[in-house]
């Protein structure tokens, strides 16, 4: 839980590096589990017709990253799903936070202040109240949103993802508004991960190993400093 200083002033809470891995470490999750499924939304995408409309690959991405985020979490380490309203959710096994995936823009995973790349409903909004009822501990006062929708009064954090065309940039974040423009662009907490390399000569998953062998030396060698 952030303090209420850090919340009222509209910082953000930055994790970086090792810091990011050992707060998905805390929160119970990998970077191996999120960019797996980042990685399975590019492969799917990939499998569309050259005759589908450019919105299906799109789509695709989305769906398959959930997919997978979904096969990882709730059949190995009982997390469950909810998908009222049409708000995909992943919910913790402890029920103490959830996930909603999402694609970004071109500034997420970087050092500049990403937003969802589409507008989001009024369920989106709902949640993004309860994030803020939930970071400042405020007594459960619901908004109309949420009192319509009903929903849990939990922290809802976005796995964001952008690709580039050489690499999906990755980012799990919470949000804390939703801008003039209907986007979520205004963050609690980021925990940026290192980007998913999906150049064609290198084997996508085979990278994400290496990289999470690398982060776990990373982490070794810092304990012994």
């Known amino acids: 839980m952030l303090n209420t200083a850090t919340i009222l002033s509209q910082e953000t809470l930055i994790f970086k590096g090792i810091d990011a891995i050992n707060k998905l470490g805390e929160m119970g999750l990998s970077y191996e ?8 939304g590019h492969k799917m995408k990939k499998k569309k017709s050259k005759y589908a409309p450019p919105i299906c690959k799109s789509i695709s991405f989305w769906e398959n990253t959930i997919i ?18 049409n708000l995909n959710r992943t919910i913790s096994p402890r029920k103490d936070y959830s996930i909603v995936v ?16 589409n507008k989001k409903g009024q369920l989106s909004a709902a949640v993004v109240d309860v994030n803020n009822v939930v970071q400042l501990s405020l007594f459960p006062i619901q908004s109309s949103k949420t009192k319509k929708y009903n929903v849990e009064r939990i922290p809802h954090w976005f ?31 980021r925990i940026i991960l290192e980007p998913v390399e999906i150049t064609s000569n290198i084997d996508v998953e085979q990278k994400i190993k290496e990289r999470k062998s690398e982060i776990e030396y990373n982490i070794d060698i810092s304990k012994k400093q």
């Open 33 to 40: 589990t999120l960019a797996n499924a980042a990685s399975n």
């Open 68 to 85: 997978m985020l979904r096969e990882q979490l709730v059949e190995k380490l009982g997390w469950s799903i909810c998908d009222d309203y």
């Open 102 to 117: 999402s694609s970004g823009n071109a500034n997420v995973g970087k050092n500049a202040n990403p937003s969802t790349l």
């Open 159 to 189: 796995l964001l993802y952008y690709n580039d065309g050489n690499k999906i940039w990755l980012e799990l974040s919470l949000p804390r508004q939703i801008g003039k423009d209907g986007r979520i662009s205004s963050w609690f907490q």
